[in-house]
Nanobody, 122 residues
């Protein structure tokens, strides 16, 4: 499976962006999907994850109420709707996939996309 993230860009504080992650090679419905981000000089951190069917989601406290993860297995895609963006949300955002149960650990995800840059200006 190859993951391709897109949708990043430059946005002002309070703005919104929708990130997409599309897969090729195998159906994403087998995987728990996650979004992670990495700011300059910082470690990669968990943002949100969604179950194989989309029925359950988990989000980091820092984005709860502002970011929403969703998926469309028919389109083999996962999304991250980001609203009320803040400068501290500036980072490269990555989508990732794992088999097995829930996890927010970077090292537990088996497949990674190439990342898309999100920059929030103050």
């Amino acid at each position: 499976v190859q993951l391709q993230a897109s949708g990043g860009g430059l946005v002002q504080t309070g703005g919104a962006l929708r990130l997409s992650c599309e897969a090729s090679g195998r159906t994403l419905s087998l995987y728990i999907m996650g979004w992670f981000r990495q700011a300059p000089g910082k470690e990669r951190e968990f943002v949100a994850a969604i179950s194989q069917t989309g029925g359950s989601t988990v989000s980091a406290n820092s984005v709860k109420g502002r970011f929403t993860i969703s998926r469309d297995n028919a389109k083999n895609a996962v999304y991250l709707q980001m609203t009320s963006l803040r400068p501290e949300d500036t980072a490269v955002y990555y989508c990732a996939a794992r088999t097995g149960g829930w996890s927010n650990a970077v090292g537990s995800y088996e497949l990674w996309g190439q990342g898309t840059q999100v920059t929030v200006s103050s």
